[in-house]
T-cell receptor, first 112, second 114 residues
């Protein structure tokens, strides 16, 4: 098993550009989530999904969109990047919400 | 809603010394508690977790934590620090029910001095 994979590892955007961060898992986990990690802030939940076709907002959803068309994939879209979205983004998955979450290696995003 | 408090942002210990990282939580229902470790430029890895049952939980790399309901605490300990323990440590809480999402503390950076 590859576990949770994320692409790209690094990305630099200009303000106003759009992009999609990819996340995939091969563990047949129902629950997937996106976090952002900022210095001194810990990890904050952006969006999550409890299964294909079902998504919901987390603590900091503004500026981000998600969809879940398959169990395996959970992409995160930035429609119009802003410098405040400079962060490290982690995708995670688990069998259910109250269970051990497995994290991907992260995507380091810089918005100029 | 649940929350986690990790006091202080940095702990420094000597190699071979006791490691104690503090975590307090707030929850209106019985919590599930987790400790994750993050090595530089990597994702998070589970160290240990408490769900139900025995309150002293043993994890990987010699770490353990004790759930104390009366103190709403879940402190992480290791009897003897190793240089390889230098990392950032996150405490997290989740609860069953409608608000069953994982909430993280702000993290503590552990440094180990030779």
């Amino acid at each position: 098993n590859a576990g949770v994979t994320q692409t790209p590892k690094f990305q630099v955007l200009k303000t106003g550009q759009s992009m999609t961060l990819q996340c995939a898992q091969d563990m047949n986990h129902e629950y997937m989530s996106w976090y952002r990690q900022d210095p001194g802030m810990g990890l904050r939940l952006i969006h999550y999904s409890v299964g294909a076709g079902i998504t919901d907002q987390g603590e900091v959803p503004n500026g981000y969109n998600v969809s879940r068309s398959t169990t395996e994939d959970f992409p995160l879209r930035l429609l119009s990047a802003a410098p405040s979205q400079t962060s490290v983004y982690f995708c995670a998955s688990s069998r259910k919400e109250v269970d051990t979450q497995y994290f991907g290696p992260g995507t380091r995003l810089t918005v100029l | 809603a649940q929350s986690v408090t990790q006091l202080g942002s940095h702990v420094s210990v000597s190699e071979g010394a006791l490691v104690l990282l503090r975590c307090n939580y707030s929850s209106s229902v019985p919590p599930y508690l987790f400790w994750y470790v993050q090595y530089p430029n990597q994702g998070l890895q589970l160290l240990l977790k408490y769900t139900t049952g025995a309150t002293l939980v043993k994890g990987i790399n010699g770490f353990e934590a004790e759930f104390k309901k009366s103190e709403t605490s879940f402190h992480l300990t290791k009897p003897s620090a190793h240089m390889s323990d230098a990392a950032e440590y996150f405490c997290a809480v989740s609860v069953t029910g409608a608000n069953s999402k994982l909430t993280f503390g702000k993290g503590i950076t552990l440094s180990v001095r030779p």
